[in-house]
């Protein structure tokens, strides 16, 4: 998945790569073929949209992959046009989401910045977070808290001594 991101061309636009919908590595399973329906695959995210003062802040439910990705960012756009200072996300309630949702965040947070408006993550699930931080781009998104690496965990380098001038 991080190949797939990658791999695409945005990197140099503003420092990282932004994926489209069919850059991701494995094709989500199909909804069909899990028994949902189009309809159902469709109500597998839900945001909610509310002000909060002059930002906008969207709390996402569900999942978001390769096939739910389109209306999610049809409706996170509908929101940012909405809003006059931009969004904070609240993605505590999403339980999945693959590159195809990344590329919708990616995507509309280039957008909100061209028009002065930030987006940023007031909270995530553990997935979203991981997801961020592994792919670099938790950084893009303020709010997102990062768990500190614990660094008595790590193994200790000796201090190399320094190196001793005689004087003959």
């Known amino acids: 998945m991080l190949q797939a991101i990658l791999n695409t061309t945005d990197a ?5 790569a932004v994926p489209d919908h069919a850059s991701c590595a494995a ?6 073929a899990a028994g949902l329906s189009h309809a159902a695959a469709a109500a597998s995210v ?3 949209v509310r002000p909060l003062g002059l930002r906008t802040l969207v709390a996402v439910h569900g999942e978001v992959d390769l096939e739910t990705a389109p209306g999610f960012e049809h409706d996170l756009r509908s929101a940012l046009n909405d809003s006059a200072r931009g969004l904070e996300l609240d993605l505590q309630a999403l339980r999945f989401c693959d590159c195809a949702g990344l590329g ?3 995507r509309v947070r280039r957008t909100a910045l061209a028009t002065g408006k930030p987006v940023t993550v ?3 699930s553990p997935l979203v977070a991981r997801l961020l931080q592994v792919t670099g781009t938790h950084a893009l998104f303020t709010d997102v808290p990062v768990p500190a690496v614990s660094t008595a965990a790590l ?3 000796p201090t190399p001594a320094a190196p001793q001038l005689s004087m003959h």
């Open 104 to 106: 919708v965040l990616l």
């Open 12 to 16: 140099d636009t503003w420092g990282v």
């Open 46 to 48: 839900r945001l909610e």
């Open 27 to 32: 094709p989500p399973v199909p909804r069909a």
């Open 155 to 157: 193994p200790q380098q």
């Open 122 to 124: 007031r909270s995530a």
